[in-house]
C-alpha cells in the first residue's frame, strides 16, 4: 500500500510540475505579446473601420486555429471508449 502511495505522490508530483512550468510558459508569452502589441494598439483608433475589421477578422482567424491546434493535442490525453 505505502508503495502505491509513492508512485501516486510522485506522479501528482509530475503532473503539478508540468502545470506549473505551462503557466510559467503561458505568462511569459502572454508578456512578450502584450509588449509587443502595445505599439499597435496604440495607432488602432486611427485605422479606418473596414481596416480594423479585416485586423479583427484575421486575428479571430488566428486564434481558432490556434484553439483548434490546442484540442487536438489535448484530446490524446482523454480516454476513448470502448468500440463494441
Keep these: 500500500m505505502a508503495e502505491t502511495m509513492t ?6 508530483g509530475r503532473i503539478l510540475d508540468v502545470v506549473r ?10 508578456k512578450a505579446f502584450t ?3 502595445q505599439p499597435v494598439f496604440a495607432v488602432i483608433p486611427t ?3 473596414p481596416l ?3 485586423f479583427a477578422e484575421r486575428l479571430v482567424a488566428t486564434e481558432r486555429k490556434f484553439a483548434e491546434d490546442m484540442l487536438h ?4 490525453l482523454t480516454p476513448t471508449a470502448p468500440t463494441k
Excluded: F, W
Excluded at 21 to 30: P, V
Excluded at 73 to 76: A, D, F, I, Q, V
Design 7 to 12: 508512485i501516486g505522490q510522485d506522479l501528482e
Design 21 to 30: 512550468r505551462g503557466n510559467t510558459m503561458t505568462i511569459e508569452t502572454l
Design 35 to 37: 509588449d509587443a502589441m
Design 47 to 49: 485605422v479606418t473601420p
Design 52 to 54: 480594423a475589421y479585416d
Design 73 to 76: 493535442l489535448t484530446t490524446r
